[in-house]
Nanobody, 126 residues
Framework: QVQLVESGGGSVQAGDSLRLSCAASGRTLSTYTMGWFRQAPGKERDFVAAAYWVGSNTYNADFADSVKGRFTISRDNAKNAVYLEMSSLKPEDTAVYYC????????????????WGQGTQVTVSS
């Protein structure tokens, strides 16, 4: 059974940076797509970023347009972990952020993912 545990959320000011971490256990996820989604109150869960395996030890990344240039995603397969570095945060980035793992395409849709964490709250004040 795969478990994903997010950490690193918190309350920050607009313009600040924050780093989210997701630790996986139960299975090695080096060939899985690792993604981040977020859900604001009263809204649907939206794609944020994903890092997907393309062969050998190479990964590509996808980002939502709203976070391109501000967020980066990285993974540490030795630790079975994925990270989301968020900079220039805006109040509209406020949401619960979820880590997910899956092996299907497309990477930007929630049904492509099989495993989900419980989420970590990010609040950005203006």
């Amino acid at each position: 059974q795969v478990q994903l545990v997010e950490s690193g959320g918190g309350s920050v000011q607009a313009g600040d940076s924050l780093r989210l971490s997701c630790a996986a256990s139960g299975r090695t996820l080096s060939t899985y797509t690792m993604g981040w989604f977020r859900q604001a109150p009263g809204k649907e869960r939206d794609f944020v970023a994903a890092a997907y395996w393309v062969g050998s030890n190479t990964y590509n990344a996808d980002f939502a347009d709203s976070v391109k240039g501000r967020f980066t995603i990285s993974r540490d397969n030795a630790k079975n972990a994925v990270y989301l570095e968020m900079s220039s945060l805006k109040p509209e980035d406020t949401a619960v952020y979820y880590c997910a793992a899956g092996r299907r395409q497309p990477t930007m849709t929630a049904p492509s993912y099989d495993y989900w964490g419980q989420g970590t709250q990010v609040t950005v004040s203006s």
